[in-house]
């Protein structure tokens, strides 16, 4: 029971970080039909952004939860600007092209933000500095990080605010009427360009804490860190039911713990044949089964197409 719940307790912190990348992939594609393939680089520059300061600030006698405590505002700012001129320079002119063209530019743009990366903060992974107690807190048996402790309670919070955001104001009222049919919003004095960068901006801050969560949690940056975590948050979109704010969160916290119980318990009944170096073929396993039994994603719905 108690590896049980260390398993659980380690997926269910890769499922909420997955989750928060997962909601920028969802609000996006949900209010522009858009697979935005550089969110992951985008967690990417908000870790490394992260760590250049943490690691600058080091000896400065500041404890380590304030570094990170201020490197969250820091790496936000820079993520949710780079991501606002991603979408004005390379999406907003192709908004009416077919949609192989905005697709092509944003595998393009994430190639792009990796080779920018690489140049300005070096290839070679980094370790990330330990700016939380390490000691785990003992259950009663399972034990927990402090780090898994803080990332489950600020995704719990950041979620919460989100659903609050875009149930209960102005923006969220308008984002709806903006993903339900842009053309009637705007008649309607809604903006759809600022709704739209809002959203992307809304997402790059998703994304930036996010990035610092894995860091923080697995402790090593390099430029090509937000490649796996992206995909996996995409697959977890999907599995959820793509353009579906519940359905992403449902997603990813089901893939984080298919991944986690999968690879342990498989694992322990191989010898370690199958181990955690397949929990990749654990979630898309999953991914292929639930698209095959429902097309839709677990919470999507079955649109019927317009005769």
Known sequence: MDYFLELFFGGLTRGSIYALI???????YGII?????????VLMIGALVSWTFTTAMAGSGMPGWVLLLLSVPLA??????????????????????PRLSPLITAIGMSLLLQTLAMIIWKPNPKPFPTLLPPDPIDLGGPVITITQCLILGLTVVILS??????????????MRATAENPRVAGLMGVKPDFVISATFVIGAALAAVAGIMWAANYGTVQHTMGFLPGLKAFTAAVLGGIGNLAGAVVGAL?????????AGYLGELTGGVFGSHYADVFAFATLILVLTLRPQGLLGERVADRA
């Open 254 to 262: 089901v893939l984080g713990l298919v991944e986690a119980l999968g």
């Open 22 to 28: 997962a909601l920028g992939y969802t609000m996006v």
């Open 161 to 174: 605010a989100l659903m609050w955001l875009v149930n209960r104001t102005k923006l969220g009222r308008a």
């Open 33 to 41: 039909g858009l697979i935005n393939f550089a969110h992951g680089e």
């Open 76 to 97: 936000v700012l820079v993520c949710c600007a780079l991501n606002f001129s991603i979408e004005k320079i390379a999406y907003r002119p192709l908004r009416s092209a």
